[in-house]
């Protein structure tokens, strides 16, 4: 992945004044909107990210991908599994990664 291309900064504000964490370029050239998170992840962060989806699609003017990074349990429950699903159902291509910091 590498920073999208139309953007000088990596954090992207959008007209609300909402703000999505990171926006990268996929090797397709498809944007993807990057959400992390230090905890565990809950049903509210994958809907977060699903809003910043949709309103990446208004004001870049493409469908965007979205990527959940957190540093939680490696596990997820079944409310985010389940929000999760649903996303996808409604065309939201979501994956989610886990990390592990150690200093």
Known sequence: MEPYPDSK???KVF???SRLDVLLQDSRGMPVVVECKR???SPQDVRQLVGYMR???IEIGRKARGMLL???ARKLTLRVKRELSRARQKGFPIE????ELSV
């Open 15 to 17: 007209a609300d004044r």
């Open 70 to 72: 957190h540093g939680g």
């Open 55 to 57: 309103r990446a699609r």
């Open 96 to 99: 989610v990664q886990q990390y």
């Open 39 to 41: 905890a565990s992840l």
């Open 9 to 11: 900064v990596r954090e």
